[in-house]
């Protein structure tokens, strides 16, 4: 692909040195549709980025964009912080026939602000209320939001120095085979818990992605779920499970944990329940722990109404039947786990291994600074792909669940040929 040097004057001098996705992708993107996008110049892109796992569904997903227009178009509430509002309802109905009853989940819902750090804020700050005990316990690798509160649940020493001020009352645990299973599941953890000279305080709560996506795509087994649930019921400790990135079907099953059968006390999801893009976030917990007094936690912007009109079409459209969207999603990830083991294959010395679950999936290189030149490379031949891990060393694949059989061929073939071109 040949490409005309864009004007990005504005941005360099006028935005701050803070932005990160438009240094790996120098283009100006104009318009996208499903899983392309395309910059000024008119260059298109194969999208397996997804908007960090915020468009499950598409750019512009057409079902979702005509409820949309239409809510406008009559006047629908667009600002109504947490007032009841018909487009609330409609969602909120929706939620619970299409996802919560066909799953047995007695969760309450709570809006605590527009995006996914104010979710685990809130979940932070409800487990801590309800135990009356301040301290959490998070895992290694993990990335939980970039407020100081999700900061010291997060383990990326970059991210966390960020925050300028010590991040306290968060203990680390080893997550998932951290270990290279040289050790047995949480023997660390139960042993500080039962020894009263260990320093740990006792914890409010344990906070849990069942996939580290930031982290480097590193996949927790239903065993290792399931095990952490009955160390946090034995010793009367919380379990968040961080959904924002996996859940909404990323892995298949709507959420994430479903697979590992445990029901956690609390659950954070963001990213794609609005469906369109559009920011939206949902805090959900078992009933007996909603102990908020009104107003003890707000935000201006709870209540995204134009979000909760494509989220319950993103919902009716695609999870009405729920089985049928899990098949579609586990059978595109059998695609890419077969395009990955080939490209493995092909490169023995300098890939580590590849891993995920559904439609998230990483390839780690032994040469840490090689997922980078990848991503670099897969962009000139168009194809728009991140990295992730504590050093950038894992090339991630998170294309839209609605992506077809032959986008997702076309991507592959680019990835494997931006490795080949850059051994």
């Known amino acids: 692909m040949t490409i005309t040097q864009p004007d990005l004057s504005v941005f360099e001098t006028l935005e701050s040195e803070v932005r990160s996705y438009c240094r790996g992708w120098p283009t100006v993107f104009d318009r996208a549709q499903g899983s392309r996008m395309y910059d000024e110049d008119g260059h298109e892109y194969l999208d397996f980025f997804a908007g960090a796992g915020s468009l499950n569904y598409g750019h512009n997903n057409p079902v979702l964009k005509r409820a949309l227009i239409d809510y406008i178009e009559r006047d629908g509430v667009t600002h109504g912080l947490d007032m009841s509002t018909t487009a609330k309802r409609a969602f909120l109905e929706t939620f619970q026939n299409v996802i919560l009853r066909p799953r047995d989940l007695p969760y309450k819902v709570m809006f605590p602000g ?7 804020e809130s979940a932070l700050k409800l487990a801590r209320k309800v135990k009356g005990r301040e301290s959490i316990v998070s895992f ?3 990335f939980h939001g970039m407020s100081l509160g999700s900061l010291a649940v997060t383990g990326n020493a970059f991210k966390r120095a960020g925050a300028g001020i010590p991040l306290v009352h968060g203990t680390p645990m080893p997550f998932d085979n951290y270990l290279d299973g040289q050790t047995p599941d949480f023997i660390w953890f139960e042993r500080l818990l039962e020894d009263q000279g260990s320093g740990l305080n006792q914890p409010a709560a344990v906070i849990v992605e069942t996939v580290q996506g930031e982290g ?3 996949v927790a087994r239903a065993e290792w779920l399931r095990k952490l649930a009955d160390v946090c019921e034995r010793w009367d400790m919380l379990l968040i499970v961080d959904d924002i990135q996996m859940g909404c079907g990323r892995t298949g099953a709507f959420f994430s944990f479903e697979e590992a059968g445990i029901t956690p006390d609390i659950v954070t999801v963001s990213k794609s329940i609005s469906g369109y893009g559009l920011p939206m976030s949902l805090c959900m917990f078992k009933p007996e722990l909603d102990v908020w007094e009104p107003g003890e936690h707000n935000g201006t912007f709870r209540g995204n109404n134009p979000a909760f009109v494509t989220a319950a079409a993103a919902l009716e459209t695609y999870w009405t039947d729920g089985p049928a969207m899990e098949k579609q999603t586990r059978a595109r990830g059998e695609q890419v786990e077969q395009a990955l083991a080939s490209i493995a294959d092909e490169n023995r010395a300098d890939i580590k291994e590849f891993r995920g679950r559904g439609l998230v999936w990483g390839m ?4 840490k600074d090689r997922a980078s030149a990848v991503a670099k490379r897969a962009f ?6 991140e990295t992730s891990g504590p050093e950038g060393e894992v090339v991630k694949l998170l294309p839209a669940l609605t992506i077809t059989p032959d986008e997702l061929d076309e991507g592959l073939r680019t990835l494997a040929r931006a490795v080949r071109e850059t051994a």
């Open 364 to 367: 780690e290189f032994l040469d």
């Open 380 to 385: 000139e031949l168009g194809l728009l792909i």
């Open 114 to 120: 527009p995006t996914g750090t104010n979710a685990v």
């Open 216 to 218: 480097g795509i590193n």
């Open 140 to 142: 290694t690798n993990a």
